[in-house]
């Protein structure tokens, strides 16, 4: 079975960039999250959705990110103009609502914003 | 919100003794708590959970032990060897309809040394 897929593994920006990251969760798995790692921190939850539903997105600055999963299936966190700030890891999970509450997490992006 | 703090930002044990990582929470609708492990380059992966209606765990050396009142977990390490070595992340949620939102705590750096 494969896993949570992301790309790209690396970013890196000027200021003021946009930038996109693609995820293709494991099939089958209906809820996917979009999580922040800063360096030396835990992830930080911005963003989840059941199906192509959002469930919470309290936590995605709005003004400037956006997340989508048009078909319940692959999604993709955009970055509309990237501030210094925004220099993390960004982590893509999944899960199967009906089994286990496990999350399966891909490799992650490595975001650089100069 | 959840706030979930990891009291021990780094841990350094000697090989064949045991290693502890403590956690506190806030919501006390929180029912589930997973930790996962990070190893050097690599993304998070689960390792054992442990859920409000039990207060002990083990999973062969894994041992994970839970205070509802005081509102803090713990996860065990026994007999540690060096392929311990990660960043351990604990991590609670309130499990709804939608599915379980985690939080997660700032994550702790344990050094397995020989």
């Known amino acids: 079975e494969a896993g949570v897929t992301q790309s790209p593994r690396y970013a890196v920006l000027q200021e003021g960039q946009a930038v996109s990251f693609w995820c293709d969760p494991i099939?089958?798995?209906?809820?996917l999250y979009w999580y922040q790692q800063p360096r030396d921190q835990g992830p930080q939850l911005l963003v989840y959705f059941r199906d192509e539903a959002v469930i919470d997105n309290s936590q995605l600055p709005s003004d400037r990110f956006s997340a989508v999963r048009p078909k319940g299936t692959n999604s993709t966190l955009k970055i509309q103009s990237a501030k210094q700030g925004d220099t993390a890891t960004y982590l893509c999970a999944s899960r199967s609502l009906g089994s286990a509450e496990t999350l399966y997490f891909g490799s992650g992006t490595r975001l650089t914003v100069l | 919100g959840e706030k979930v703090e990891q009291h021990e930002s780094t841990l350094s044990v000697r090989e064949g003794d045991s290693a502890v990582i403590n956690c506190t929470y806030t919501?006390?609708?929180?029912?589930?708590f997973p930790w996962y492990k990070q190893e050097a380059g690599k993304s998070l992966h689960f390792v054992i959970d442990i859920r409000s209606n039990v207060d002990r765990k083990q999973s062969q050396r894994l041992i994970v032990l839970l205070d509802k009142k005081a509102k803090r977990f713990s996860l065990h390490i026994t007999a540690t060897q060096p392929e311990d070595s990660a960043i351990y992340f604990c991590?609670?949620?309130?499990?709804?309809?939608?599915?379980?939102?985690?939080?997660f705590g700032g994550g702790t750096r344990l050094t397995v040394r020989p």
């Open positions: 099939s089958g798995h209906d809820t």
């Open positions: 919501d006390t609708a929180s029912s589930y």
């Open positions: 991590a609670a949620s309130s499990n709804n309809n939608a599915g379980a939102k985690l939080t």
